[in-house]
């Protein structure tokens, strides 16, 4: 895998560019979405998308503003649904936190997914909720004139049982419905069951399609590993196993007849190791990891420019051996609260 090039799309004195999530080509026109705020799931954080018709100059505009919500706004994600543009983003009141047990993972707060759309790419209607409270979307998928969508729980309920991961399903976008659980969490972690890796808290999940028909679905979880799932049609009873790789926050797309993951990486997995340093300010040794997925399971093949506060990208493919990625990290700037973040896009190509 080559990386051809990589260019800074969005970054300070603009503003500073957190959690991309989509990237998206809709009506002759380019859009990556990411949260635009002071600080990584800032208060102040609302909806932004870099629009450009040649990949070469980008403007920028606020698709849901603070004022739209009067709450904080992350993880928008795009999908085209006919003649609209969709935006789906994750609306939070970090003022309220619930009284869960000490040893919870992080806070608690309670959130509202909410969608937006745009028959021009600049005019955004009034956002809406489109589903229950405290399940998050992450990246929606197009298939066979239906529309999906895994939602997690995690950050929004207790640890263990009370986290799920749940796969919906919509025939217009805008209404959405359950359709199976993907995940459950355990009270307990018990990585050595074969049958069902366990974690108490699973969260972002990926989705895609495999050329058998069945879906596949990439979680998240707190440890070493990722989970793999995956269902036959329609997408009902799930199988699991354990990824070898820790992919935080994956996309996954589809690359001519491969299968490609992006997803925040570290120094070492299944044998292969990074120590290229992209600026002065790697002080943890995450990257932004490129997969792909091989003998039921993904490996990493490259790292992209990257460190420090660093992740979620999105994926276009551009052909049957080339895709863009955009994503987000903080490795040109100094830690501290005046820390800034860019949105980068990348090129690669598949050998």
Known sequence: MKIDWVKTIYGPPDGRGWHVHSLVKWKERYYIAFAGGSGHDSDDSEARLCVSDDLEQWDTLVAIRQSDTGMFTSEPQLMPVGDRLYLYAVTADHSYEYDFPPHSRHPKFPSWEVMSWSEDGERWSTPKRCYTMNYDFWHPLAHDSRYYVAADSSGHSPEGIYCSVDLLTSEDGERWTWLSEIVHGFEMPADDDPAYPRCPYPSECALIVLDDGRMLALTRTPGAFAILSTASPPFEHWEHR?????????????????????????????????????????????????????????????????????GYAGILTLGEDRALVAYYSTHEYAPGPERGSNVYLASIKLG
């Open 242 to 310: 354990k990824s070898q790789t820790r992919i935080k926050g994956a996309a996954v797309a589809r690359v001519g007849h491969r299968i490609v993951a992006t997803g925040r990486s570290f120094m070492q997995e299944r044998g292969t190791r990074f120590t290229e340093s992209f600026g002065r300010h790697d002080e943890n040794g995450l990257r932004v990891g490129v997969f792909l997925y091989e003998d039921d399971d993904f490996a990493l093949q490259t790292v992209l420019p990257s460190g420090g506060d660093t």
